[in-house]
C-alpha cells in the first residue's frame, strides 16, 4: 500500500501544469477566476487547445484518439485543470455520448460522431429529463413513432444544460408506448437545427442561462441516428449513468475553493481581526479541510480499483453524495465569509460583458455562485437518488 | 499510489480474520474485564514483534501492518491492551532506550514475557501530553518522582510502568517505574468499553539513575501517541463495520407492518449514511497508517484529521447502530451495543475530536 504518486505520475502532473501555464488564454483564465460565464467562443477556443495537444478526449481510449490516461491521469489532469482555472470541459459529447456511441454505436456511428467531437465540430446536449420525468427517468413520454426510415419525435425535454449552443443532442423517446416503462425507451441522436424543434431558456436563481427547455413537434429523424437497437436505450442510458465518472467527486473543484476560502477569510475582517480567526468560522473551515482528506482518499481507493479493472458502480454514488455536500458546505461558508459584500448583484458583469471596478468584480460571483451550486445534489441524479442506488446495489436493502 | 495489500498482508489479515471470528463471542465484551487469554497467541502470531524494528528482534512491520492487526481486533472486540500494552510503551522504548534498558524492558515484552503500560495523562490537563505536572527531581543516586497519572490503561497486568514526568531542566523525562516501588499507588477501576484502568500515585518514588529512557522524550512521546492514536482509527473501523453488518442483518430480518425494515427507505437511507462513514473513516485510516513514515509535523497533521474524522463517524455509526436495532439495541444481550460503546468511547482515548480539529485549527495552512 502506498499512498504517493509515482515519479511519473509527478512528471505527469508537471507537464500538465506547465500545459496551462503556457497555453490556457489569458481572458478565459480571468473569467473563470472570477466565476464569470463563459460564452460558446471561449469554451471553443479552449477545447480546440486541448484538442490540438490531443488531450481533449480524456476519458477515450487511444483507438479513438484519445490520450490513453488511466484514471489517476485523468484525476492529476482535472486537479490541475481545477488550480490553473481552466473551464471544465463540456461534457456531454465528450464524456456522455462518445462512450455510448463506442459502447453501442455501429462502426459508421463511431466513423462520423467521434472525430466531430474530438474537432469541436458538433456541441452535444442532452436530452434526457421532461416535465414529467425527473428523478423516474424511465417514465419519459417523449414519442417516437417510426415512419419508413424515419422517426416522428413529438415531447419536451427539459434541464438541457447549455442546449442554446448545441446542435446536436442525444435523446431518450418512448418507441414501443406497449412495452413496460424501460424497455420501449430507444436512444436517438437528433440534429438541433431540424424543423420543429424549439429551445426555450429557463433562467435559474441566481439570474444564470445555463439550462433550457427543448421542445420536439414532429421532428423527423433518421433511424440511422439511433444508437443500439430499438427498445435498447435504457441499456444506454444506465450505461451512461454508471459509466466509470473519475470526475464525480469533484475533488479538484473542492481543493481550488477551499484555497480560494482560505485567503479570502484570511483577507476579510472583522472587528479588526481576519475572520479566519474567529473561532466558529475557523472550526467550520478545519472540519472541510477535513472532511476533503477523507474524500481524496476515498476518490483515490476508487481511482486504484477503477485502475486495476475493478468498475466502480455504486462506489461513484457515494463520491457524488459526499463531494457535492462538501462543495455546496464550500460555497455557503465563502458566501458568509464576504459578510454584507455578498448581496450585490451584477448580472451584466457575470454573465455578459459588461466591466465592473476591482473591488466588486473579485467577489461578484460568490453570492450567485451559492445559489448555482445547489444544483450539484440535485444534478446526475439526486442525492437521495444515489444513496437509493447504494442501499439497493451495494446494501441490498 | 497502490490501496492493495502485500501477499504477506493478505495472509496476516486471514490468519486475524480467523483468529477473531472463530472465538466464542464473549457475551459481556465490554462489561468483563478478565483477559482473554489471546496476548499468548499474538506472542505465537508474532504480532508483539511485527511492530519493531529488525535490529531490535522485531518484524519490521509498517503502519499498515499494525492497521491490519487492529482493523481485526475491533472487528472481533478483543480486549486486548495492542496500544497500550504493546505500541505506547514498546515505541517509546525502541525510540529512548539505551541497550540494556533495551534488553531488560523491550525483549521480553516483544516475545509475551511481560507486560508495559504508559502513564500519560494527568487529570488537570486532559488530552494534552506535553503539559504534565508529575516532577522528577534528580538526586545524587537517581530520581525522585512526585504526582499522580490519570486512567493508565493496562497497568494491572504490567510488570512496570512507564511514567512521563516533567525534569528539573525543563525536559519531559520517561521512567520506568516497578510497581514494587515505595511511594507506588494504583487505583483500578473498569472502563465502559471494557478494559482496565487505574490512577496511580506517585509520592516520592525514589529509581536508580537508569529509569529514565533517554533525555528529553518530547518527541518520543509524540510518535508513540501518533502510532498509537493510527492504531485506534483502524480498530474503530473494524468495529464500525461490524455495527454496520449486524445493523444491516437486522433490519433484513426484523419484520414490523408485514414488512422487513428494510424496505423503509427512510432506513435504507440512514444506513447508507453509516456506509458512508465507515469508507470515509477508513480513508482516514489508511491514511493515518500511510503517514506514520513522515516528517513529524505532516505526520501529526494528518493523524489528527483522521483521528477527529473517526470520532465524528464511529460517534453517528454507533448511534444510529442502536436506534435502527430499536430498543434492542439497549440491551446488553445484544452484541451491537458492546460495538456502539466502543465507538463512542474510542473518541476518549488519545485525543477526541475537538483535541484534534484544534491540533488543526491551530496549524490551519493558508493554501
Known sequence: MNLDFTPQEQAFRQQVRDFLATELPDDIRERVRLGRRLSADDHLRWQNVLSQRGWLGVGWPQEHGGPGWGPVERHIFDEECSAAYAPTIVPFGVSMVAPVIMAFGSEDQKRHYLPRIL??????????????????????????????????????????????????????????????????????????????ISVRPIV??????????????????????????EGQGWTCAKFLLTHERTGIAGVGHAKQALRHLKALAGRVQHRGRPLLELASFRQRVVKAEVELMALEVTHLRVLAAARDGGAPGAESSLLKVRGSELRQELSELTRRALGPAALPFFPEFLYGDETLEPEHAEHAAVGAQYFNRRKLSIYGGSNEIQKSIVAKTLLGM | MDFSYSDEQRMLADTLERLVTDREWNGNATTQTAPSGLWQTFAELGLLQLPFNEEDGGLGGSGIDVMIVMQALGRGLVREPYVAGLLLPGTLLARLANSAQRERWLAPLMVGEHRLALAWQETAVRYDAHGVTTHARRQADGWLLEGAKHLVLGANSAEAILVTARVDDGTLGVFVVPETSNGFERRDYATLDGQVACDISLEGVALP???????????????????????????????????????????????????????????????????????????????????????????????????????????????QAIQLHGAMGMTEECHVSHYAKHLIMFDHHLGDTDHHLEFISDRLSAA
Open chain 2, 209 to 319: 539513575h537508569d529509569a529514565r529512557l533517554g533525555e528529553d522524550a518530547a518527541g518520543a512521546l509524540d510518535a508513540a501517541l501518533a502510532l498509537g492514536r493510527a492504531a485506534l482509527c483502524a480498530e474503530a473501523v473494524g468495529a464500525m463495520r461490524v455495527a454496520c453488518e449486524q445493523t444491516l442483518a437486522y433490519l433484513k430480518e426484523r419484520r414490523q407492518f408485514g414488512t422487513p425494515l428494510a424496505s423503509f427507505q427512510v432506513l435504507q437511507h440512514r444506513m447508507v449514511d453509516m456506509h458512508l462513514n465507515v469508507e470515509q473513516a477508513h480513508s482516514m485510516a489508511i491514511l493515518a497508517a500511510a503517514s506514520l513514515e513522515r516528517p513529524a509535523d505532516e505526520r501529526d497533521y494528518r493523524i489528527a484529521a483522521a483521528k477527529a474524522y473517526c470520532g465524528e463517524a464511529a460517534r453517528f455509526v454507533a448511534e
Open chain 1, 204 to 229: 435559474t436563481l441566481d439570474g444564470a442561462h445555463e439550462v433550457n427547455e427543448v421542445f420536439l413537434d414532429e421532428v423527423r429523424v433518421p433511424v440511422t441516428n439511433r444508437i443500439g437497437e
Open chain 1, 119 to 196: 474537432t469541436n465540430q458538433d456541441w452535444w446536449c442532452q436530452g434526457y429529463s421532461e416535465p414529467g420525468a425527473g428523478s423516474d427517468l424511465a417514465s419519459l413520454r417523449t414519442r417516437a413513432v417510426r415512419d419508413g426510415d424515419e422517426y416522428v419525435v413529438s415531447g419536451q425535454k427539459t434541464w438541457t444544460t447549455l442546449g442554446q449552443h448545441a446542435n446536436m443532442m442525444f435523446c431518450l423517446v418512448r418507441t414501443d408506448p406497449e412495452a413496460k416503462k424501460q424497455a420501449g425507451i430507444s436512444f436517438l441522436l437528433i440534429d438541433m437545427h431540424s424543423p420543429g
